[in-house]
């Protein structure tokens, strides 16, 4: 019987006789790490500071205050002292390119082109020895798509030029040519030194370039351009004074 005892008595947790309460109670003795474990606190569930309530309020008033004052309070005239002058501004202010005549766009690109035949026509377009002139040369101011073959492909053998036969090989200057920059050596030596032909646009030279990829990009000569290419390239012609875009080269608009 004793030994029954003993081993209830070891066993509290399931004696009834144990008062839950009193048991619950004694927590409040134990040491304050017991406590924090049996105590329960939600993140955010904190009173708001009384402090931060007033805080917030003077910001808020200080905030109406001013937005009440209107557009004065940050006025020009209000911050600016009397005589004073606004210093020029670092940023560098963008321009407007104005729209420029297609003979003057086309002659001055033209003219930094025609760097690479000065040394054999000369800057006068003349010539000189065995270099046949470009001023008043019938090849330069006739039809344009022979000129356009001869720039782009060169030309080799006998060819007759302002009554003077010349029997020399013009290296193609031309291959690296884009419409545009054909388009400008064309209209430049056909409107300098006295030549008054028309302008070649690079649409025109566009065409020219097909055509010269078709036939292999050989070197031509006088009989074949007589034969082939003794003709105006395809497009509209362009008056010499009508305004362009000197960044696209595209024609303004005429004002309505």
């Known amino acids: 019987m004793a030994t029954s005892e003993s081993k ?10 144990i008062n839950v309460s009193e048991a619950h ?64 501004s670092p940023v560098k202010e963008e321009v407007p ?24 026509h000369q800057s006068s377009g003349m010539g000189g020895g065995e270099f046949p002139p470009l001023a008043g040369s019938e090849w330069v101011t006739g039809n344009t798509e022979k000129l356009a073959m001869i720039i782009h492909n060169g030309v080799g053998g006998p060819i007759e030029v302002a009554g003077t ?24 030596i056909r409107t ?6 028309s302008l070649v646009t690079p649409e025109m030279a566009e065409e020219a370039l097909k055509i010269s990829k078709a036939r ?20 509209d012609n362009l008056a010499p004074d009508t305004l362009l875009d000197p960044e696209t080269w595209e024609p303004i608009p005429a004002a309505e």
Not at 192 to 197: D, L, Q, R
């Open 25 to 88: 109670a004694a927590i409040k003795d134990a040491p304050p790490a017991v406590g924090r474990e049996k105590s329960l606190r939600e993140n955010g569930m904190e009173a708001v500071s009384l402090w931060l309530i007033l805080v917030s309020g003077i910001v808020v008033l200080v905030g109406g205050a001013v937005m009440g004052q209107g557009g004065s309070f940050f006025g020009y005239n209000e911050l600016v002292k009397d005589g004073y002058v606004r210093g020029k």
């Open 192 to 197: 300098s030194w006295g030549n008054n032909a």
């Open 97 to 120: 390119l104005q729209p420029i005549p297609a003979l003057a766009l086309l002659q001055k690109e033209g003219q930094k082109q025609y760097a690479a035949c000065a040394s054999c």
């Open 216 to 235: 292999g990009g050989m070197p031509t000569t006088a009989e074949e351009l007589k034969k082939n290419h003794d003709k105006m390239l395809p497009g």
């Open 165 to 188: 036969t010349y029997n020399g090989n013009m290296a193609a200057i031309g291959a690296n040519f884009g419409p545009k920059e054909l388009a400008a050596v064309m209209t430049y």
């Open 8 to 17: 209830h008595d070891l066993r509290p947790d399931l004696n009834e006789t």
